[in-house]
């Protein structure tokens, strides 16, 4: 579980969506702070009514301390300016040292799917901290993680994305649900007269499927399909998808993979991505 969790809301429902997956992430005595991030550039009508700014520091209050009260949560309340939403929430969780930057998708489009808008995938992209997504809608019908998927293909982001599974569903008793992705080989399409393809993908199942019998109180199995496909389509008997990025920018931030920017498009349940190194800091 997560003891330093930074929500970010802006007082639209998707940020009501991220305070109710970050009370269910939470550590029992975890501490919430919910972020509202302002504006930082400066416009010419601050130039000509100076009390403006601290007119939009006391509505950035007000609604901090209403979004707090709606959600019958005990966090503290934080107001800061950046030049991006996303921006604003690494400089802050930086700050506080947060285990997790929590964020709501922007509304859900076609097939029930999350579609995310510039700042959600701001919060994502060079975060230093893991990041959580709330699917759409949660606020209005939230449910315990009761099933927690995992993307695992034995390399050590997933394991770690194991790892903080089986602990996130230590406390609630969840069951916790791995899925690996057989791909096409690459020698596929390069001409050589190798095996057939089909007797290569079968003997790769065969072996992934023996490696996954191998985790322990985990239901596991391998399929073959497109990663990113495969890995949405999974999400959809999950209440919780946890997948480690391969990205590893600077200073340890997160730098979202192929497969992390395609479930923060097409989940279809809340998402938890982990930076490489997390567990070590």
Request: net charge negative; proline share 5%.
């Amino acid at each position: 579980m997560f003891d330093n969790m930074l929500v970010g809301v802006d007082g639209r429902p998707n940020g009501r969506d991220a305070i109710e997956l970050a009370r269910h992430l939470a550590a029992p005595e975890g501490r919430l702070t919910l972020a509202y991030i302002r504006d930082g550039r400066l416009h010419p009508s601050h130039a000509i009514t100076p009390a403006m700014i601290d007119d939009e520091r006391a509505a950035a209050e007000e609604l901090l301390e209403r979004e707090r009260a709606e959600a019958d949560v005990e966090a503290q309340l934080l107001s800061a300016v950046a030049l991006s939403p996303g921006r604003g929430l690494h400089e802050q969780a930086q700050e506080l040292d947060a285990d997790v930057i929590v964020v709501g998708s922007t509304s859900r489009g076609p097939l029930g799917r999350a579609m995310l808008g510039d700042d959600t995938r701001g919060a994502l992209n060079g975060a230093p901290c893991a990041v959580a997504i709330a699917v759409a809608g949660y606020a209005e019908a939230p449910k315990p993680i009761a099933k927690i998927g995992v993307a695992y293909d034995e390399s050590p982001e997933s394991e770690l994305a194991l790892s903080v599974a089986r602990e996130l569903a230590a406390r609630t008793r969840a069951l916790v649900s791995a899925l690996e992705v057989v791909a096409i080989p690459t020698y596929a399409y390069s001409g050589l007269i190798v095996p057939p393809v089909a007797e290569s993908i079968d003997e790769m199942l065969t072996k992934a499927n023996a490696r996954l019998q191998a985790l322990a109180d985990v239901d596991a199995k391998a399929v073959y399909g497109l990663t990113g496909e495969e890995l949405a389509a999974f999400g959809d008997g999950v209440d919780l998808l946890v997948a480690g990025s391969r990205g590893y920018g600077p200073l340890r931030r997160l730098v979202v993979g192929s497969t992390s920017d395609y479930l923060q498009r097409h989940a279809r349940c809340s998402l938890l991505v982990l930076p490489r190194g997390s567990e070590e800091s």
